[in-house]
Nanobody
Framework: QVQLVESGGGLVQPGGSLRLSCAASGLTFSIYAMGWFRQVPGKEREFVAATSRSGSNTYYADSVKGRFTISRDNAKNTVYLQMNSLKPEDTALYHC???????????????????WGQGTQVTVSS
């Protein structure tokens, strides 16, 4: 049974930082590209960042480029999202997702990701 479990969310002031983690089990982690998405109630799910199977290729939404960094540790079956210079508009439920890939590419389309975690809440407020 595949499980993706996110952690690291919380309440942070504008300008602050958080590091999200997503621990994967029940799958061969190294053959999956991994992505982070976020969703606010009443709005569509939004792509945030993705990393390829090896971690060599990454892709970011324009809204987080330069502030967020995605990384992965294949030995620990974990993907991370380092979030710096947080803004109130970053407030959302953050999900990680796994995409079975046959090459070292990444994709921002959420509908092609196979597995999803339950999410961790990030709230940016003073």
């Amino acid at each position: 049974q595949v499980q993706l479990v996110e952690s690291g969310g919380g309440l942070v002031q504008p300008g602050g930082s958080l590091r999200l983690s997503c621990a994967a089990s029940g799958l061969t982690f190294s053959i999956y590209a991994m992505g982070w998405f976020r969703q606010v109630p009443g709005k569509e799910r939004e792509f945030v960042a993705a990393t390829s199977r090896s971690g060599s290729n990454t892709y970011y939404a324009d809204s987080v480029k330069g502030r967020f960094t995605i990384s992965r540790d294949n030995a620990k079956n974990t993907v991370y999202l380092q979030m710096n210079s947080l803004k109130p508009e970053d407030t959302a439920l953050y999900h990680c997702a796994a995409d079975r890939r046959y090459d070292d590419s990444v994709d921002s389309r959420g509908d092609i990701y196979h597995y999803w975690g339950q999410g961790t809440q990030v709230t940016v407020s003073s």
